[in-house]
C-alpha cells in the first residue's frame, strides 16, 4: 500500500514584508536605480495538516494579485501536483498579464506548493526534484556603486576570506569612477579570485564593448552582466562576439516567461544565462528553464534569492553557480529560521529538514509587515 498522503490545498495567505536597506544613507544604488528598501511577497500554503512557503521580490502589489488572481486557481487542487496548480495559474492570468508581475505572483506560489509537497513526503525539496547536485556554488553579490571603497573593498575581500573564490560589484553609474574602485577591490581580493562586474545595463553597445576589453585587460574581470539592457539581444550578442575572449556575458535574471530565455539563447547573445526562480515562474518554470539551457548548451546561473535557488538549481543539469546577493540574505536571514550559510565556496540544502527547511520568523517579521495579517 502506497504510503504517499493525499491531501489538497485548503489554504493560501499572502503577506508581504519592506526591509531597509543597510547602504549608506540608507539607500543602495547600481548602474540604473536607487532604492532605500527591499520587499519580500510571501506565499503560505496548507494542505494536508502542513504548510508550505514561497516568496518572490517585488512591489508589495504583487499580494494582492496573488489573494484575487492565483488562490482561486490553487485552492482544492492536489497538495501534490504543484505543476498542474502552476498550469491553472497561467491559465488564470492569461488576460491579466502574464509575463513579467504575473509571473512573480506566480512563482511565490509554485514555490510554496513545492515547499508543502515536499513537507508532506517529509523530503527536503531538492530530494524531490530531478536533482543532478547537492551543492550549488556562490558568487558573492554586492558593491553597490554607492558604497565608500573601504566598504566596498571590504565587503568583496570578507567573501574572499570566507572560501567564497567569486565576487561581484555594481559598475557603470559613474563610469570615471571605476576604475578606482575597480583597483581597490583587486588589490583587496587579491589576483586569484574570479571579479565579475555588473553594469544592470546602463552602457550604450559603444561603451560597453570599450569597457569589456578595459575590464578584462586591467583588472581580469571574467563576467560583464548585462553590459547593455536585457531586452537589447543583438547589443548584448556584439559584446559577445566582439569582446575579450575570456570574458563572459551574462544576462536573464529578468526572464519570466521562457521566450524571454529562448530570445537570448536562440539569438547566442549571452555565454552565461541566468534565471531567478523567484520571477520565472518558480520551480516548474525553472525546470523548463534549466532544459533549455541544456538544449542549447549554455550553463545556468541562479540570480539571487539564496533560500529558494540552493534547492531548486540543484535541478539544473548546466548549473554554473549562485548569487549569494547581500540584500537577500539580509532579508532571509531576519525572517526565516533554517537559512544556509556557505561552506566551501558553496550553499548544501539540509538533507535532514524536510521542505527548503525554513521556518518564518513571526515576531520578528511583524515590524516590517506591508500587507497580510499575522498568522494566529
Not at 85 to 109: D, E, K, L, T, Y
Not at 143 to 153: C, H, I, M, Q, S
Not at 295 to 312: E, T, Y
Not at 340 to 350: C, N, S
Request: with cysteine.
Amino acid at each position: 500500500m502506497s504510503t504517499v498522503p493525499e491531501a489538497t490545498v485548503d489554504g493560501l495567505d499572502v503577506h508581504a514584508f519592506t526591509v531597509p536597506t543597510d547602504g549608506p544613507d540608507g539607500a543602495e544604488e547600481d548602474g540604473t536605480l536607487r532604492w532605500d528598501s527591499t520587499t519580500i511577497v510571501l506565499a503560505v500554503a496548507r494542505g494536508g495538516g502542513r504548510a508550505g512557503i514561497g516568496y518572490t521580490y517585488g512591489d508589495v502589489s504583487l499580494a494582492a494579485f496573488a489573494e484575487s488572481a492565483l488562490a482561486p486557481a490553487v485552492l482544492g487542487g492536489d497538495a501534490l501536483a504543484p505543476a498542474a496548480a502552476w498550469h491553472r495559474m497561467f491559465a488564470a492570468i492569461r488576460n491579466a498579464g502574464r509575463p513579467g508581475a504575473g509571473a512573480m505572483a506566480v512563482s511565490a506560489v509554485d514555490v510554496a506548493l513545492w515547499d508543502l509537497k515536499a513537507r508532506l513526503l517529509g523530503l527536503p525539496l531538492f530530494r524531490t526534484l530531478p536533482a543532478f547536485h547537492d551543492r550549488v556554488p556562490v558568487y558573492g553579490s554586492g558593491g553597490f556603486t554607492n558604497y565608500p571603497l573601504d566598504r566596498l573593498a571590504g565587503q568583496l575581500a570578507g567573501w574572499v576570506e570566507q572560501g567564497i573564490g567569486r565576487v561581484k560589484l555594481k559598475v557603470s553609474r559613474s563610469p570615471g569612477d571605476d576604475p578606482r574602485r575597480l583597483t581597490a577591490v583587486r588589490d583587496a581580493i587579491g589576483a586569484g579570485p574570479e571579479l565579475f562586474a555588473d553594469a544592470n545595463g546602463a552602457l550604450t553597445r559603444k561603451q560597453a564593448l570599450y569597457w569589456a576589453r578595459r575590464l578584462a585587460a586591467e583588472w581580469d574581470v571574467r563576467w560583464f552582466e548585462e553590459p547593455v539592457g536585457s531586452d537589447d539581444v543583438e547589443g548584448l550578442r556584439l559584446v559577445r562576439d566582439q569582446g575579450p575572449g575570456l570574458l563572459e556575458v551574462a544576462a536573464g535574471e529578468y526572464g519570466t516567461v521562457l521566450g524571454d530565455f529562448t530570445g537570448l539563447l536562440q539569438a547566442g547573445a549571452v555565454d552565461c544565462l541566468q534565471a531567478d526562480v523567484t520571477r520565472c515562474g518558480g520551480v516548474t518554470g525553472l525546470l523548463q528553464v534549466g532544459g533549455l539551457s541544456a538544449a542549447h548548451r549554455v550553463d545556468l546561473s541562479a540570480h539571487c534569492a539564496p533560500a529558494v535557488s540552493a534547492h531548486a538549481f540543484c535541478a539544473v543539469e548546466r548549473l554554473r553557480h549562485l548569487e549569494y546577493f547581500h540584500d537577500h540574505v539580509r532579508v532571509e536571514d531576519l525572517l526565516f529560521d533554517g537559512t544556509l550559510a556557505p561552506l566551501g565556496g558553496a550553499l548544501r540544502p539540509d538533507p535532514d529538514r524536510p521542505g527548503l527547511g525554513l521556518d518564518v520568523k513571526w515576531p520578528d517579521a511583524e515590524p516590517y509587515r506591508v500587507h497580510g495579517d499575522r498568522p494566529a
